[in-house]
């Protein structure tokens, strides 16, 4: 049954999830992940993916998926932001894709109520594609897809793109995501600054290159905070009519203390103001990204009324 009929409970999550979208219903996304294991003890030079398996830092990732979950969140992005194999080229998780990815799931299902949602994230690669750098981008997709497949067997409920600094990147993992797990949705959002990304293109153009690719929702992650966010909800809706937006903001610019300590200066009570500035401007997903914490969530779900 479809939610024409008010009756979803038969359909998988992935179906249950893009019923919901093409209905019109918000979804409260995840805060952030990173600054989160810092203050819960992710030692200095160890990359949250190798610290994931171990059970110290396995403990800490549940927690902090949980800590959202209870706030309101109902999808979280797994902890596989840095698990393609171009970024795990180094280091003790190195070769380890498939195992960080089916840890990240697993971890994640064991801390959430069965109703959120899990979406396998795919950051970056951490290199530049040629012709700016090395990387070829057949072999970018290539790197992808390899982690979407992980992703895909120990079993997101759909995958997410995040905090691509330019389109060809944004295009090698959404296609490399489809290669491997053409059955699940794709989510994909890039990271503006002053409107554009790092490489100059404008929104309207990522949103109507990345909807051409058959993504189910198009926004933008991290940046320098709320309102920057918000500025190019509406060049990304112009370039993709009738898409879902999604906005998962950065709680303001990082303030560096003397001592090294980093502290983001937005407030939950922003976060209300933005989600519901957000929603406005098309957003269907609202979260959080790098220093948004349970409380920050927690605002903007009962900004949504997200039950």
Known sequence: MTAA???????SPPDRFTDALAAGRPFTADGAMGTALFALGLPAGIAPEAWLLTPEGAAAVGAVHAGHAAAGARIILSATFGANPVRLAEGSAR??????CRAAVAVARAAVPQDVLVAGDLGPTGTLL?????????????????EAAALAAAGVDLLWVETMANLAEARAAVEGARDAAAGLPVVATLTFERGRTLFGE?????????????????????GAGFDAVLDVLPGLAAGAPGLPLVAKANAGRPIIGRDGSVAYP???????S???????????IVGGCCGTTAAHVAAIAAELAIP
């Open 95 to 100: 070769g380890r894709t498939a195992d960080v």
């Open 202 to 222: 404008r929104p309207e153009d990522a949103a109507a290159t990345l909807a051409d690719l058959g993504v189910v929702a198009v926004g933008a992650n991290c």
């Open 130 to 146: 040629a012709p700016f750098g090395d990387l070829e981008p057949a072999a970018a997709r290539a790197a992808f897809a390899e």
């Open 5 to 11: 009929t008010g009756d979803t409970r038969a359909m």
């Open 274 to 284: 933005y989600a519901r500035r957000a929603v406005e401007l098309g957003a269907l």
């Open 266 to 272: 937005a407030t939950p009570a922003d976060a209300a």
